[in-house]
Structures are given as C-alpha cells and as structure tokens.
T-cell receptor
Framework: GAGVSQTPSNKVTEKGKYVELRCDPI?????LYWYRQSLGQGPEFLIY????????DSGLPNDRFFAVRPEGSVSTLKIQRTERGDSAVYLC????????????FGEGSRLTVL | GQQLNQSPQSMFIQEGEDVSMNCTSS?????WLWYKQDPGEGPVLLIA?????ELTSNGRLTAQFGITRKDSFLNISASIPSDVGIYFC??????????????FGGGTRVLVKP
C-alpha cells in the first residue's frame, strides 16, 4: 500500500505474555520511528531507526522493550513480560531520511494488557 | 514526560470562527511542526517550520515559529466541521545523537460547539 501499515490493529493479551507489533513503512523511507500514545496524551518517543540500525533508543522505557529492523524496511517492536501499564496505542512513522520531522504515521496498534 | 505545553487543552468551535492555539517549551527546538489526529488514525502533518520567525500558511492554516525558538502558534481561519480533531505541536532539535526524534505536546482538542 501507499502508506505506513501496522499490524495487528488491535491486540489483547494477558499480563506476562510476549507481544510483537509490526510496522511496514512507506517504500524507500530510510527513517523509521516508534512512538507510544496513552489515552489523552501526545505520542511519546520510543526508538528511531536510520536504515537497519537503531540510531536513538533513548525512549525505550526498560529492557522489556526491544525493536529490530533487520533489512532496513519492516520493523518489529517486541515487548516481553507485558504489564498492564504497557497498554497504549503504539504508532509507527516513517520519513525520507535523517533530520526530517516530516513523518508519515500509521494508524497504530492498540495494545491492551489484561 | 512531555516537554511541550499546548494551550488551550480543548476548545469549542462554531463554523466560520477563527481558532488559535499555541505551544511553548522550556528548551529550544530548531524545527517546529503541527500535526492533526482524527479518532483511530495516526497524526497527519499539517505544517513544518524551519526558521525562527518563519510564518507559513497551508490553505486556511497559518503557523509561526517563535523568534526565541521556544514557541509556535497555529491559526485556523473560517473553521469548518472537519477541523474537529486533536492538534499536536512537535519540536525537533536536529542536532546531536538524539536530535532527530520529535517531541510532542499534549494536544489541543477541537470540538464542535453544541
């Protein structure tokens, strides 16, 4: 498709389970970002990829969160031992390169941890 | 946590009215951006500002990059029903290892006057 695609759109899991969220960016976009958005809040930065490497992972809240982008396109956000506080919408965005703030966001993956 | 403060937090509009909102920061950003988010969607870029003092328009939208680089405002002229949504400001430093990420404000919720 033409836009950023995120799957699943909704995920309900139990506390302690492992979750993977996938992001398929716009073709040719080298920059990829993950954000987390809690209800009533603005998006909060998690991690930024330029190509295959994580250029800035300063927003990951703890070592239960990890993200990869092995071929410089699709990215997966992985959350281990989920907690109820992880419930949020996880947004992925892509951009044409370094330094641009002009990002294209997906519709997000809504994660609910019971 | 959020470093950008948006005001007002919410506002009601009547069709045809002009709307103003602003965003302030305790630190400097070198790029300011305004995004709009509709329910169930990801944020969509409205306007990007790259120079202090810059005034930029996009249709009925006008945004300015504050001269101190610590604030920005967004005006919507002659509002229409589809202007309803949440407006987010975002800042980008564009310098240093963590300079590419966007920091978002908490949002201004624009609602229709009953």
């Amino acid at each position: 498709g033409a836009g950023v695609s995120q799957t699943p759109s909704n995920k309900v899991t139990e506390k302690g389970k492992y979750v993977e969220l996938r992001c398929d960016p716009i073709s040719g976009h080298t920059a990829l970002y993950w954000y987390r958005q809690s209800l009533g809040q603005g998006p909060e930065f998690l991690i930024y990829f330029q190509g295959t490497g994580a250029a800035d992972d300063s927003g990951l809240p703890n070592d239960r969160f990890f993200a990869v982008r092995p071929e410089g396109s699709v990215s997966t956000l992985k959350i281990q031992r989920t907690e109820r506080g992880d419930s949020a919408v996880y947004l992925c965005a892509s951009g044409t390169g370094a330094n641009t703030g002009e990002l294209f966001f997906g519709e997000g993956s809504r994660l609910t941890v019971l | 946590g959020q470093q950008l403060n948006q005001s007002p937090q919410s506002m009601f509009i009547q069709e045809g009215e002009d709307v103003s909102m602003n965003c302030t920061s305790s630190s400097i950003f070198n790029t300011w951006l305004w995004y709009k988010q509709d329910p169930g969607e990801g944020p969509v870029l409205l306007i990007a500002l790259y120079k202090a003092g810059e005034l930029t328009s996009n249709g009925r939208l006008t945004a300015q990059f504050g001269i101190t680089r610590k604030d920005s405002f967004l005006n919507i002229s002659a509002s229409i029903p589809s202007d309803v949504g949440i407006y987010f400001c975002a800042g980008q430093r564009r310098a240093g290892a963590a300079g590419n990420k966007l920091t978002f404000g908490g949002g201004t919720r624009v609602l229709v006057k009953p």
